[in-house]
Antibody, heavy 122, light 107 residues
C-alpha cells in the first residue's frame, strides 16, 4: 500500500533554513510527482510547489520563489523541501503529497504525508 | 491566479441531512476542480477529483458536480464522521490554489 512518511517537527530561528523529507513506498516513485502544501495554525491550505520525480521539472509558488528548493532522490524514493531565510510567518504544518509526474496532469493529491510542524521563533 | 470562493463558511446539520457545499472559481477551470476533507489534527484526504470523480475508497454519499465556474460537493446523508473542513482546489493552471474551506458541523 502507498505510504508517505515525513520527517519530524523542527524548531528554527528566524533567518535559518529547514529541510523537510518525504519518504514514500508502495508505488514506483519515479512515475509520479510530489506537491508540497503548508497550513499555518488555524488557517487554510497553501500550495508551495510541485516537482516531477520522473524528470525533475518543478513549479514553485511565486511568493516563495528564491527561498524554496524542492528535490527528489529516486534511489531512496524520497522528496525534499528546503525553505531558507525563515520568517515567523513560515510557522506552519508542512505536507507533502503524491501528485502526477506530468505538469499537465498535476494537482490531484491522492496520498498525503502526516505533516511536519515547522516552528520559527525569534 | 485563480481565486476560489467557498460558501458557506460553516454548515451545521444533523445526521442524515443533506449537505451542499459551494466553490466558485474566478475564471474557468474547466472540470479541473478537486475536493478534499480535513479532520482536526489530520492531513487532507482526497475526496473528488476532476469535479465529479470519487477517489478510491470514498463512500458514494459524496458526489461532485459543476456548472460553468460553480462547483458543488454534496453529502447526501450526513454521518457523524463527516464532521470536517472541506476544501476545493483548482488544477487548471499554475499556481494551484485552494478555497478558504467550509466547516461542516454535525449537530
Amino acid at each position: 500500500q502507498v505510504q508517505v512518511v515525513q520527517s519530524g517537527a523542527e524548531v528554527k530561528q528566524v533567518g535559518a533554513s529547514v529541510k523537510v523529507s518525504c519518504n514514500t513506498s508502495g508505488y514506483t516513485f519515479s512515475t509520479y510527482g510530489i506537491s508540497w502544501v503548508r497550513q499555518a495554525p488555524g488557517q487554510g491550505l497553501e500550495w508551495m510547489g510541485w516537482i516531477s520525480a520522473h524528470n525533475g521539472n518543478k513549479k514553485y509558488a511565486q511568493r516563495l520563489q528564491g527561498r524554496v528548493t524542492m528535490t527528489t532522490d529516486t534511489s531512496t524514493s524520497t522528496a525534499y523541501m528546503e525553505l531558507r531565510s525563515l520568517r515567523s510567518d513560515d510557522t506552519a504544518m508542512y505536507y507533502c503529497a503524491r501528485d502526477r509526474s506530468d505538469s499537465a496532469a498535476a494537482g490531484n493529491l491522492d496520498y498525503w504525508g502526516q505533516g511536519t510542524l515547522v516552528t520559527v521563533s525569534s | 491566479e485563480i481565486v476560489l470562493t467557498q460558501s458557506p463558511a460553516t454548515l451545521s446539520l444533523s445526521p442524515g441531512e443533506r449537505a451542499t457545499l459551494s466553490c466558485r472559481a474566478s475564471q474557468s477551470v474547466s472540470s479541473y476542480l478537486v475536493w478534499y476533507q480535513q479532520k482536526p489534527g489530520q492531513a487532507p484526504r482526497l475526496l473528488i477529483y476532476d469535479a465529479s470523480n470519487r477517489a478510491t475508497g470514498i463512500p458514494d454519499r459524496f458526489s461532485g458536480s459543476w456548472s460553468g465556474t460553480d462547483f458543488t460537493l454534496t453529502i447526501s446523508s450526513l454521518e457523524p464522521e463527516d464532521s470536517a473542513v472541506y476544501y476545493c482546489q483548482q488544477r487548471f493552471n499554475w499556481p494551484l490554489t485552494f478555497g478558504g474551506g467550509t466547516k461542516v458541523d454535525i449537530k
